[in-house]
């Protein structure tokens, strides 16, 4: 099986710590001792290759085992957290699951069967491989939940090449691309995945310093938050070499402040999707949010300013949805790039565009403004109908200390003129004590109607 040298390195690295979780190191050795005792139990249920089994989790042990355990016996497997618990039904339908297991914060597990029969032809033709399986949830901004089914030959495959051994925050999640691609980059090279129990800033912090972390991938949204709140400054984090930030567009303005906060530490753009997995890039520098991909194993085009990938880890398609590749394989990102030579510069994606009198403006560019004006705490920008330039800006604002509204509409108004050209100035203002983000600690971005075009089909963004 082309995933056997996964379990070999880890075989070799068994007296390694695996997995840190709830504070205790989990070796590899001991990994592998609950993989095997899962395939045991997954025998006895009569779950073998081709079978498809949910898994609510997080990264504890038991989670990671059972799904190193579901690889290795060829089945396939769908992630999902507590946090959509609400949905786990309706996605073990649409996966045609017909076994969960529930793994607890504490981490036991629960099973349920719910024989269900395979229909589905793209699982089929999977099956008929021989290969193992993921099923991840894509809903984009869209609402509707979209299966999308790879092939786990192909996905793990780039992680053949050995690379650095290192200690990573688990802070994407178990259901996330990142997440997935952040899990087997550790178990691959002999590394130590370090889990939390709550993704706020003061946690995240403290367990980066105690467990003295090499690697904290994170949202940009988070980031920013863990500025604002000072964590930071309240524990050793000079061991941290590398902040990965992906899944939405960084405002340059908050890049910069993380140069500043962490002069010791590599600022690392990523770039993925569920529907690719994720992509290996290089920064022109810290300070530049200018990319290049290394292309190992994918190639990438610029077509009208849109990026276009074409990659062997793609997904086989969605369980539930139209197939979205071109017949050569190409995909289209719906990722509004800028070239520089090699390097790209991502905008924002193209159904974030928003048309002003005939002038395009991304709103990742106006919030990076705003997040430097005095008291703005985060802001999210986006477009309104209007009946004279088709649409006008508006901005949501959270304030870090209230403040009138009429003098901070003032402030505002005079800052953005200094440094914006009109049409990018928000014409409506909006001050909230709302969150502005969602459970995966990404920015929540409402869409008007007529920013979005039918033509291009939301995709959920893995991680950039």
């Known amino acids: 099986m082309a995933t056997h040298f996964l379990f070999e390195r880890m075989l070799q690295w068994r007296d390694e710590p695996a997995i840190i979780y709830r504070d205790r190191e989990v070796r590899y050795g001991e990994l592998l001792e609950k993989v095997a005792r899962f395939e045991g139990e997954l025998k006895q249920r009569a779950v073998g290759a081709g079978r498809i089994v949910l898994i609510e989790g997080m990264f504890s042990p038991n989670s990671v085992a059972l799904l190193l355990a579901l690889i290795r016996m060829g089945a396939i497997a769908v992630p999902v957290t507590p946090m959509v618990r609400v949905h786990r039904d309706e996605y073990a339908a649409i996966a045609e699951a017909s076994t969960t297991f529930v793994i607890d914060e504490v981490d036991d597990f629960s099973v349920q069967e719910h024989p269900c029969e395979t229909k589905n ?60 691609d952040t899990l087997f980059n550790t178990l691959a090279n002999g590394g130590s995945l370090i889990t939390v129990p709550q993704r706020d800033p003061d946690t995240v912090c403290r367990s980066l310093a105690t467990h003295e972390a090499h690697t904290l991938p994170a949202s940009p949204t988070f980031l920013n938050l863990m500025l604002i709140s000072g964590a930071w400054r309240e524990y050793d984090l000079s061991r941290l070499q590398v902040i990965a930030y992906g899944s939405e567009p960084m405002p340059q303005s908050l890049l910069e402040r993380l140069r500043d906060a962490f002069p010791n530490a590599r600022l690392v753009q990523t770039y993925g999707m569920s529907e690719l997995g994720v992509l290996r890039t290089r920064s022109r520098d810290d300070g530049s949010l200018w990319i290049k991909f290394k292309n190992l194993g994918f190639e990438t085009k610029v077509v009208d300013g849109i990026l276009w990938v074409k990659t062997e880890s793609a997904m086989m398609g969605y369980l539930n949805a139209p197939d979205l590749f071109t017949e050569d394989g190409w995909l289209n990102t719906e990722d509004a790039v800028e070239q520089d030579g090699e390097f790209i510069r991502i905008l924002g994606r193209a159904t974030d565009l928003i048309n002003v009198g005939g002038q395009k403006v991304y709103p990742s560019e106006v919030e990076s403004i705003l997040l430097d ?21 508006a901005a949501k604002i959270s304030l870090m200390k209230p403040e009138p509204f009429a003098e901070f509409k003032k402030r505002l108004r005079s800052y953005c003129k200094e440094r914006l050209p009109t049409y990018k100035i928000p014409a409506r203002i909006e001050v909230t004590n709302d969150e502005q983000y969602g459970i995966r600690l990404k920015k929540f971005r409402p869409h008007s109607e007529t920013v979005q075009s039918p033509e291009m089909p939301t995709k959920d963004r893995g991680d950039r």
């Open 373 to 393: 004006l005095d008291n703005v705490r985060d802001v999210t920008v986006y477009g309104e109908r209007n009946p004279l330039t088709g649409h006008i800006l």
């Open 121 to 180: 032809a793209l699982t089929h033709k999977l099956t008929a491989r021989g290969h193992a399986g993921l099923v991840i949830f894509s809903s984009g901004s869209t609402g509707k939940p979209k299966a999308v089914l790879h092939d786990f030959h192909h996905l793990l495959e780039k992680f053949r090449p050995t690379g650095p051994r290192k200690r990573t925050l688990a802070f994407l999640l178990f259901d996330h691309i990142g997440g997935l």
